[in-house]
């Protein structure tokens, strides 16, 4: 049998998926049954203080020493070479800098500028209570998943789908997880195809001018260019890879974010505005309303399911766990977050009330203040939009190339080459090109990819801490995470009822709202 090459030493997850295996290092020890005391019996138990204290400061140092070199060799894991083939456990050279980089890019996007248009449907006190919940809720899911990537020590959990297997079982994790997270990973990946190309054209007809006599490209060409530029970006190989990207999405992100916003509110509001919530004669159709609006800041937060990517992309050691650098990049990560979300929705509104249009607030921006804004801020902010998708595109089609490259490993025992690795980032953003072409109404559908997707940033989370860390039973702890994750799945159906709802009557435009 070919002997496989050791790679890094890092931790492994517990329910081993078939295209990355891991297994423990030879020899590692499982702690003996507790003592009379109530402790258990470790490797270097024998090298207390006590047993130290009377010996010379040599043989002190010696011993020290030994006894970190052993609680290290209690908890690592090797890794099997097909692991360290696939674009998101291939580099492990990440830290606290990436993770904040990582994070913001995925947390702060075109999801942000339909913020407004939530806050229309809901109103001041329901858009602001429901947007502040949504954060802290989403924050506290965020910090869970930090925790369980090393839940047992000598296990990692590399991907949301592993950590689902291991919580709810192999085949009920996969179900639950797999078609939630590929859902959030394409679904976002045609988003930004569209909302790319379509900013990409307002681009070219903001610098051209009105007096532009040149053939402009049609909307599906504009899709075409920008899926074109994505790919080419994609071939850099693995997720650390990505992490200037990820920095160049995260500072245009909030660059745009503040332009837009205090563009919005240094201009006049437009006349008869109005801030009562919009709604429909009929009031079961407000309540669909309200819950679409609802799904489209549930969908403003995510991000979750690439948590557990980003944190294996750093080493992890006994002493140094990977979760100190991750959480704090991640909190630095959502403070900017937090920043942005929070004045592009209050002011958004605040600005636009009822007028907001559908597409959000940059849409809003062009439509009432084109001409009263110079044409080279408005470009700017435009072309800021591109980069910021060009780049949001990479790591959310990251976890697509893994399971493709994984499929491939498994089935070949090699790694992909250059040409395997090209062709599979050729399909994907071209099949995601195609089904943006077949349902342009894509774009529009952030309610909808918001309800569908809840469980993974809101729900799952709570139900695996209970699972795995296994609370007292009856507890604060217990009760609070159950029913967090049964109402993140209540909230997941009544949203995704309401996004499925507004698909079904899009041709109702503002002109048919009347306020309360």
């Known amino acids: 049998m070919e002997e496989r090459p050791e790679t890094e030493l890092i931790s492994i997850p517990a329910t081993p998926r078939v295209s990355t295996p891991e297994i423990l290092t030879p020899g590692q020890r499982s702690p003996r049954a507790a003592s009379k005391e109530g402790k258990s019996w470790t490797p270097t138990s024998f090298i ?3 047993f130290l204290s009377p010996i010379g400061t040599p043989m002190k140092r010696v011993l020290v020493n030994m006894k970190g070199y052993l609680e290290e060799v209690g908890h690592l894991t090797k890794l099997n070479p097909q692991d360290a083939w696939l674009p998101i456990t291939e580099s492990r050279n990440g830290n606290a800098h990436y ?11 075109f999801q942000a500028l339909v913020l407004p248009v939530a806050f229309a449907y809901l109103g001041w006190s329901w858009g602001i209570l429901s947007l502040t919940i949504a954060y802290c809720w989403q924050l506290y899911t965020l910090w869970i998943l930090v925790q369980l990537h090393e839940a047992v020590p000598g296990k990692r959990y590399n991907r949301y789908v592993e950590l689902a297997q ?7 994790g996969v179900w639950l997880a797999l078609f939630p997270t590929v859902y959030l990973s394409a679904g976002t990946a045609t988003a930004l195809i569209l909302i790319g190309g379509e900013t990409m054209k307002l681009f070219f007809q903001i610098v051209c001018g009105p007096t532009c006599t040149s053939n402009p490209l049609t909307t599906v060409e504009w899709y075409l260019v920008f899926t074109s530029l994505s790919i080419v970006l994609s071939q850099l190989p693995n997720l650390n890879s990505i992490a200037g990207l990820s920095l160049i999405g995260a500072v245009t992100a909030i660059t745009y974010s503040t332009m837009v916003w205090v563009l919005s509110v240094s201009q006049q509001r437009p006349p008869s505005i109005s801030y009562e919530p919009l709604s429909l004669a009929q009031p079961s159709a407000s309540v669909f309303l309200a819950m679409n609006a609802l799904g489209i800041i549930a969908f403003s937060f995510r991000g979750h399911n690439l948590a ?20 704090k990049g991640a909190k630095v990560a959502y403070f900017f977050i937090a920043m942005c979300l929070f004045p592009i929705a209050i002011g958004g509104f605040w600005a636009y009330g009822n007028q907001m249009p559908p597409g959000g607030i940059l849409t809003a921006l062009y439509a009432f203040h084109s001409h009263d804004i110079s044409r080279g801020i408005l470009a700017l902010a435009f072309l800021l939009v591109v980069f910021n998708c060009l780049s949001s595109f990479q790591i959310y089609s990251m976890p697509a190339f893994d399971s493709f490259e994984a499929g491939y490993t498994s089935r070949t025992n090699r790694p992909c080459s250059i040409w395997v690795r090209s062709g599979f980032r050729v399909f994907y953003g071209f099949v995601s090109f195609f089904i943006g072409v077949a349902l342009p109404f894509l774009s529009s559908l952030a309610g909808l990819l918001g309800g569908l997707t809840l469980p993974v940033t809101f729900a799952y989370p709570c139900f695996m801490w209970v699972l795995i860390k296994q609370p007292p039973k009856y507890s604060f702890n217990w009760y609070f995470n159950w029913i967090l994750g049964w109402l993140g799945v209540a909230f997941s159906l009544a949203f995704s009822i309401g996004g499925i709802w507004s698909i079904v009557n899009d041709g109702l435009k503002l002109k048919f709202f009347k306020p309360n």
Request: hydrophobic fraction near 45%; aromatic fraction near 10%.
């Open 308 to 327: 557990l990517e980003i944190q294996s992309t750093m080493p992890s050691t006994f002493k140094h766990p990977a979760r100190v650098p991750m959480w």
């Open 48 to 50: 207390s203080p006590r």
């Open 99 to 109: 993770a904040a980089f990582h994070n913001l890019n995925a947390g702060v996007g």
């Open 166 to 172: 291991a919580a709810f079982g192999e085949r009920l």
